[in-house]
């Protein structure tokens, strides 16, 4: 009887999960089946989550799989051949370049969209309008620490209130490019400003406090627009225009890196990187709150693809 | 008789006068005493309704039937979470049926047949070690030993292209089984010794082998805390995601896994992404998801409670 017991109880915890199982695999739409492995950076990961759930439902034979291992993370699995398609923040390093030619992964890189970080203030403040690249590098420079600590530091035209500095922690890819680009060394940054991997508790800092500023992709300041303002870059806002033109400073590419080894063989990856740069699919760059290449670029892109397959 | 008597009152008396000051001071302490042990339940108690009562007021906006039949989408109306609760349910089926034997097994090897040496003792305190390391490590172990498929040394274990497990339900569910051993292994051990040795010696008595009796006696009798044990355990798995993020759960997977060897995600994985998403909506969706895992973690800890009970009632008969 207590052996029963112990089969009911695992017979029943198999039953739960095979009633779950009850697969719906319909008639198929399209013949294309397989796996297309992703990874890579999170920045890139709405769009490609987006793509491939259209995708997906277009092809339901196919097996897409999108994982968030960040930019080098990603291309450490894409070098070894683990993945087909891998996310990118950032150009891919020399030391990576090195790692794939060594396993003999050869790769097309096609820029997918453009990311413009957004420098932003509480909705309250007044004075923090416009700054320079210059008046950026003294706020967050390494130098400042413990010395630019008032506002009336930075322009004599500011108050002289505390500086509430926010940004993303030191593993983010967006820190790296902030640091490369304001104070000219990638990873340089005053240490005494509140960090977090979680932007949203970034925005609820700088909702909290009228003389704070920080800084994070702009599809976090476009989600809360109701408590915090811009601060423009150079005289420039970031819209979908200035980031795309690269007027604004502040705009960094977003790549995906695909496997020439994978386009060749695999004829689902092809057809999926087909559908990521058509129209309707780069459309997704947009409604995920990035901005688009150039329309020549594109094509450019387009004709990279088709020639790698011949 | 009298002198007797009023000699032992005023003993009465000169005692009860050194203690008569501190009497309602000694009431005092024990209700103060009372009361933190009763302020200490409710604080746990407290906690929960609070945290139950935040959940509730954004988690079920997208409680429907869509939210356990759709996959993941950008779209947060249409979203849903159905290969996470599909990759958990096969994770824990699996990490269920490997845990148990290794876990029961290695316990009853220490309890019933190991002999009581330096050696055993060695393995008894890195066991307990064991259970104190971080989730984490677990985490890159796994991801040697299971995905890779090496240990560390020499060359991977290969079959054709494909080295270990890969990034799959399998490397997975290994790897959260090796989190939990040690819990399932000191929670067996401790349900094991309290089975009386009277029991043991009455079997040997009327002739039984070793086997015969821990068979039929020793785990029978152990087997509801055993059971406790291991469904605690369970539960600690389940909400786990620092080590399967390591081992390489995907994030974004549009189907449910068919076999041992496809890729997953998994519940809690599923909620760090909507979490850490700009749009509200998505926050109410990970509100959704965490408490499809609390009721699943309720019913895993009220299944436990049952089968103690039930066990122990045929167990005592």
């Known amino acids: ?310 | 008789m009298s002198d007797l008597s009023g000699s032992s009152r005023t003993d009465i008396k000169s005692q009860s006068s050194m203690f008569k000051t501190s009497l309602a001071l000694r009431h005092f302490r024990g209700r103060v005493f009372y009361g933190v042990c009763l302020a200490g339940s409710l604080v746990g108690i407290l906690l929960l309704i609070v945290l139950m009562n935040d959940i509730r007021q954004d988690g079920f906006e997208y409680f429907s039937r869509h939210f356990f039949t759709n996959y993941p989408s950008r779209k947060p109306e249409i979203a849903g979470f159905r290969g996470a609760i599909m990759g958990t349910l096969w994770v824990m089926t699996i990490v269920a049926a490997t845990a148990f034997p290794i876990g029961v097994g290695a316990a009853l090897y220490l309890e019933e047949y190991a002999k009581k040496n330096r050696l055993t003792s060695l393995i008894q305190t890195n066991i307990s070690n064991l259970a104190g390391v971080p989730s984490i490590v677990f985490g890159i172990l796994g991801l040697q030993l299971f995905v890779r498929g090496t240990i560390g040394y020499g060359p991977a274990i290969c079959i054709g292209e494909s080295c270990g497990f890969g990034r799959s339900v399998m490397s997975g569910a290994l790897t959260l089984t090796l989190l939990i051993l040690p819990v399932v292994i000191v929670a067996s051990q401790e349900a094991i010794k309290s089975v009386p040795p009277s029991i043991r010696e009455a079997s040997y008595g009327v002739g039984a082998t070793r086997w015969q009796t821990v068979s039929s006696h020793v785990l029978p009798q152990a087997m509801p805390g055993i059971m406790t044990g291991m469904i605690l355990a369970l539960s600690r798995a389940i909400g786990e995601t620092a080590p399967i993020i390591m081992i390489g759960a995907l994030t974004f997977v549009a189907f449910s896994p068919e076999t041992p060897l496809d890729p997953f995600t998994a519940m809690p994985i599923q909620v760090l992404n909507w979490v850490s998403r700009p749009q509200a909506e998505f926050h109410d969706l990970a509100a959704t998801g965490i408490v499809v895992l609390l009721i699943t973690l309720l019913t895993m800890n009220t299944l436990a409670v049952v089968l103690r009970i039930k066990l122990g009632r045929e167990s005592a008969r």
């Not at chain 1, 490609?48 to 799989?65: H, K, L, S, Y």
């Not at chain 1, 604004?248 to 092809?270: C, H, W």
């Open chain 1, 1 to 310: 009887m207590l052996r029963d017991s112990i089969i009911l109880y695992l017979v029943v915890f198999f039953m739960l999960s095979m009633a779950a199982c009850g697969s719906s695999s319909d008639s198929s739409v399209s013949n294309l089946s397989g796996a297309i492995a992703i990874d890579g950076s999170s920045t890139v990961y709405p769009v490609t989550e987006a793509v491939a759930e259209e995708f997906q439902i277009a092809n339901p034979d196919t097996r897409v799989t999108v994982g968030v291992s960040g930019t080098g993370g990603g291309f450490t699995k894409f070098c070894v051949s683990d993945t087909d398609i891998s996310g990118a923040s950032r150009p891919i390093k020399d030391n990576e370049r090195e790692l794939c030619a060594e396993n003999g992964v050869e790769f097309i890189e096609l820029r997918v969209g453009l990311d413009g970080l957004a420098v932003v203030k509480n909705k309250d403040n007044n004075y923090l309008n416009d700054l320079s690249m210059d008046q950026l590098a003294k706020v967050w420079g390494p130098a400042s620490e413990d010395s630019v600590m008032k506002w009336s530091q930075v322009d004599s035209s500011f108050p002289a209130e505390d500086i509430d500095l926010y940004g993303p922690g030191t593993d983010s890819g967006t820190f790296d490019f902030f640091t490369e680009e304001v104070n000219g060394e990638g990873g340089a940054s005053r240490g005494d400003y509140t960090p977090s991997e979680d932007d949203n508790v970034l925005v609820t800092g700088i909702a909290g406090n009228e003389h704070s500023m920080g800084y994070f992709g702009y599809a976090y300041y476009a989600e809360n627009m109701d408590t915090l303002g811009i601060i423009k870059v150079n005289g420039v806002t970031p819209s979908n225009e200035t980031v795309s033109n690269g007027s604004y400073a502040l705009s960094r590419p977003l790549y995906i890196y695909v496997s020439i080894n994978s386009l060749q063989k695999k004829e689902q990856v092809l057809e999926f990187v087909r559908y990521y740069l058509s129209d309707e699919g780069i459309a997704m760059v947009i409604e995920v709150g990035y901005s688009n290449v150039p329309v020549d670029e594109l094509e450019a892109s387009r004709r990279t693809v088709e020639e790698s397959v011949q």
